[in-house]
């Protein structure tokens, strides 16, 4: 027999899934996993991302035609509404999974609900990456 958190979790989760579907997040993914031109071109501009990084962190200087080509291919990335469907459906997802995350850490933090105040302050723990946004 589940317990009364489990049984509420399982509410939860159908709730996100339901919002999800009415975002058509999902959607959008599946349409991206489909289309290996806008998979390709964003898989190339992560490498191209990823390698600049990596030479910024080795204390070499980028080179402006790099950083240029890099502009280019995120600016044709994000002209493709394959692409730029898949990213925002991305980014919903994160914001909608952080939102929970928030709310379950700061209640089992305070002891209680959270007021909407307390949700904006500060970050949402330890490790998140969130810390001074």
């Known amino acids: 027999m589940p317990t009364k958190v489990e049984t509420k979790t399982n509410e939860l989760c159908q709730a996100i899934l ?14 991206f996993m489909a289309d290996a031109d806008a998979r390709s071109q964003y898989e190339r501009l992560v ?17 402006p035609t790099e950083i240029s080509a890099f502009e280019k291919d995120r600016d044709a990335l994000l002209g ?41 302050e500060g970050s949402c723990g330890h490790g998140c990456g969130c810390h001074g946004h």
Request: glycine share 6%; charged share 30%.
């Open 47 to 63: 490498s191209k991302g990823q390698a600049l990084q990596e030479k910024q962190q080795n204390g070499q200087t980028l080179d």
């Open 80 to 120: 493709n509404p394959v692409a730029s469907g898949f990213l925002d459906a991305q980014e919903e997802m994160h914001d909608l999974q952080h939102s929970v995350q928030r709310f379950v850490s700061k209640t089992i933090e305070l002891g209680r609900l959270p007021e909407a105040d307390e949700l904006a």
């Open 18 to 31: 339901e919002q999800l579907q009415e975002g058509q997040v999902r959607k959008r993914i599946d349409t």
